[in-house]
């Protein structure tokens, strides 16, 4: 055996020498056998550096295998590597932990997940083979949207309020997005002066006021605007929409001016937190239950809702016991609606605002779409037909009473929903004249003469006069 100084150049440090887990270092002199031995291929320190077999028993890293790409050698990199007391590794001075990067990349937040299954509902095709794909993907949607509508915990902290307390006989709610005319309105139909300037978000909170229309007072609620992703709560989007849900009616104002395009980004934003316009609740009878599996039937034949379909649905919401019984044809969302359980159904007028700026075929296009109503505040153009067309939205009737040898009192009308009865007449009055009720003469349209003796469950009309006799 040859001795080291006759050998050649000095090896360099082994890369067994710096494992993930520490080892006992090779001995420093040459090593016998034939990749000892000097030779072509291996003349250079690094080559028969990778020959040297591996003396040391603690865990490695694998040297990539041939043509294998993306795998980076620690010795042909010059990177040094090294343990960390909880198993991340160490390159250089900066730590990477596994546990911590899966982490982060599991904890999706909820508007990133909406957005990708809205992206998902978007490239799919619509067809048979696809309606159960996207009836789960809309009921996962459905349901990370409510939890983005759920408040948080942890926000204790109090602020403005921004509800106010509801009065009158209806409430309307002004939806819009800035600088539309909501404030200009406002003061053109009531009495409070709401601020009004050239520049957007000049109402930063809720202003009420009252219009007296046929002798009931209608609250009118002024609400800041609102911006895309309001749903999201962006410029205090959730308060205006949260208010909007306890309206009888809501009032979109438009600019005539942006076309199409503020319309369908408020109709999203309102549907996307369980607010159904100028829609009617599905006829659907849901009842969960505590065992037998999931009852389906359905009255009628259905074209956009099966059975595999409405147990899938019921299977994303964890429900296994239930009671289904459809009544008309409804598609997947409106099933969902029903189960959630907390939509709003409410009418909508849309008002088209800035008239007088636009032409007149584009006055009368947009004048002739349902539920719309083109009006100009700043000329008062066609304000009185926009109270008439809310008058009939909000299905108020006015009921004048009259006492036995007198003149009905036209000055003072009783303000009920439309449909109410005898008996609703007696609660508004007074809550004990519904037990000592005897009988009612009624003069109006509701009757076939007048005046006509009736009961509790007769149902009133408008400009209808009541005269009450009690036991």
């Not at 909501?182 to 009495?191: D, G, H, I, N, V």
């Not at 037990?435 to 009624?442: I, P």
């Amino acid at each position: 055996m040859r001795s080291p100084s006759t050998e050649g150049p000095a090896l360099p440090p082994t890369p067994h020498s710096c494992p993930l887990s520490p080892g006992p270092a090779p001995p420093a002199g040459p090593r016998p056998g034939p990749a000892h031995r000097a030779s072509p291929a291996s003349a250079h320190p690094a080559a028969e550096l990778m020959s040297l077999p591996s003396t040391s028993p603690a865990r490695t890293l694998n040297p990539r295998a041939p043509g294998e790409r993306g795998r980076c050698s620690p010795w042909a990199s010059g990177a040094r590597w090294s343990a960390a007391a909880d198993g991340s590794r160490v390159q250089g001075s900066a730590a990477v932990s596994p546990a911590g990067a899966l982490g982060s990349a599991a904890a999706m937040g909820i508007l990133e997940k909406i957005s990708e299954i809205e992206k998902e509902i978007a490239r799919t095709q619509k067809n048979k083979a696809t309606e159960y794909h996207l009836g789960l993907l809309k009921a996962k949607l459905a349901k990370y949207r409510a939890q983005l509508l759920e408040p948080s915990k942890s926000s204790s902290s109090k602020g403005e309020g921004f509800d106010v307390m509801k009065s009158g006989d209806a409430r309307v709610a002004l939806i819009g997005f800035p600088s539309v005319g909501k404030s200009t309105f406002l003061s053109l139909m009531t009495s409070t002066a709401s601020e009004a300037a050239s520049y957007e978000f000049t109402t930063l909170t809720c202003i009420p006021g009252v219009i007296e229309y046929k002798g009931a007072n209608i609250q009118l609620l002024d609400l800041p605007g609102i911006i895309e992703g309001a749903a999201q709560g962006k410029g205090r989007g959730r308060q205006v929409i949260a208010v909007a849900r306890t309206a009888d009616v809501v009032i979109m104002m438009l600019d005539a001016t942006k076309g199409e395009v503020q319309r369908s980004l408020l109709e999203k934003e309102l549907e996307s937190v369980g607010i159904r316009l100028n829609k009617h609740k599905p006829n659907i009878y849901f009842k969960p239950k505590k065992g037998g599996g999931i009852s389906f039937n359905s009255t009628v034949t259905l074209t956009q809702c099966s059975e595999k379909l409405v147990q899938l649905i019921l299977h994303e919401y964890k429900i296994f016991n239930a009671e289904v019984l459809f009544r008309e044809d409804c598609s997947p969302d409106e099933f969902i609606d029903v189960i959630v359980g907390n939509r709003v159904y409410m009418p909508c007028l849309y008002v088209y605002n800035k008239i007088d700026q636009i032409s007149m075929e584009e006055v009368d296009r947009l004048a002739r779409k349902p539920d719309s109503v083109v009006i100009s505040c700043g000329m008062k153009l066609n304000l009185d037909y926009l109270l008439e067309m809310l008058w009939e939205y909000l299905a108020l009737t006015c009921i004048y009473t009259k006492k036995r040898g007198q003149r009905p009192d036209f000055t003072d009308a009783i303000i009920l929903r439309k449909g109410a009865s005898v008996e609703h007449v007696c609660h508004r009055i007074h809550r004990s004249l519904a037990s000592q009720f005897k009988y009612a003469l009624v003069w109006g349209t509701s009757t076939k003469y007048s005046p006509q003796r009736v009961g509790l469950t007769h149902t009133m009309e408008h400009e209808d006069v009541i005269q009450i006799v009690k036991k």
